[in-house]
């Protein structure tokens, strides 16, 4: 039997896609579906990998042996998502090994606002760049962060490729208790007269950056990404989601949400999907 023609591919792809298939190896994508998949999973796996580097300090500087327990085994979830992901990537023909060396994701900044920007040119979500200082930064990035990849991740459990919506429910299960840990120690915080301050500082300073990472409104490339399949809403609405929960947290545990502003002129077309 030959093989189908690019323009077949094509339009076998668009046909199966609008019954609601999914797709399951390499020989059924299109170029073009490939590379957006790629992307995409690309950028989860980078920044999964990434969140552990910036976690590790922690499993040394945490402030109870529960806790350095509890730091080391997101460490160690976080390492294995990336893993799993780095793993269908290689299925799909990325050299993961030649990549994993050719990137520091380690690299930090110091800047206390770089914005939507990336400043490397691996495919995590900007704010892995900046360090976790305090364990007020580590529980907000908790608190926050797990819980923006959290709404981004429910796209992913329903995508069109199956390999990847499969291992989603493992990791977003993972992600769950990741979540969980941050809002006990947010409610503990906050309900403290003598913590609560910093506990609003470190607020003020991750929800802005985490609300930076869910892409532009209206974006052609994430229209792109819903007609293959690979995303169900955009980018706001999964925005707007991770704001009302974190509004009804706050409102739980007496904390103020901190404005933000969607900075337009700079912010990527491209949601993180992350861990």
């Not at 990537?89 to 800047?111: A, I, T």
């Not at 995508?159 to 993972?174: F, L, N, Q």
């Not at 006990?184 to 007269?193: G, I, M, N």
């Not at 706001?236 to 007496?254: H, T, W, Y």
Request: glycine share 4%; with cysteine; charged share 30%.
């Amino acid at each position: 039997m030959s093989k189908l023609s690019e323009r077949q591919k094509v339009e076998v792809l668009q046909e199966r896609l609008a019954k609601g298939e999914t797709i399951a190896s390499a020989d059924e994508m299109t170029e073009e579906y490939r590379e957006h998949l790629v992307n995409l999973m690309m950028m989860q796996a980078d920044s999964e990998l990434a969140g552990a580097f910036g976690y590790v300090p922690w499993i040394m500087k945490a402030p109870s042996i529960q806790e350095t327990y509890v730091v080391s085994q997101i460490v160690k979830d976080e390492v294995r998502h990336a893993h799993v992901m780095y793993r269908l990537l290689e299925q799909l023909g990325v050299d993961v090994q030649k990549y994993y060396e050719s990137h520091n994701f380690n690299l930090r900044v110091q800047e206390a606002d770089i914005g939507t920007e990336r400043v490397a040119d691996d495919k995590r979500v900007n704010i892995f760049y900046y360090p976790i200082e305090t364990w007020y930064d580590f529980i907000m990035f908790n608190f926050c962060m797990d819980r923006g990849a959290g709404h981004q991740l429910e796209d992913a459990k329903a995508c069109s490729y199956k390999p990847w919506a499969d291992v989603m429910e493992g990791i977003c299960k993972e992600e769950a208790m990741h979540m969980a840990h941050g809002d006990w120690w947010v409610k503990k915080l906050a309900a403290d007269p003598a913590t609560k301050d910093k506990a609003q500082e470190a607020l003020d300073v991750w929800y802005p950056r985490t609300m930076n990472i869910f892409g532009r409104a209206n974006s052609p490339k994430n229209k792109i990404y819903r007609e293959l399949g690979l995303k169900k809403r955009d980018n706001d609405e999964v925005r707007q989601a991770f704001a009302a929960d974190v509004r009804k947290k706050c409102e739980l545990f007496g904390l103020r949400v901190p404005e933000w502003t969607a900075q337009e002129r700079h912010m990527t077309e491209e949601p993180f999907i992350p861990g």
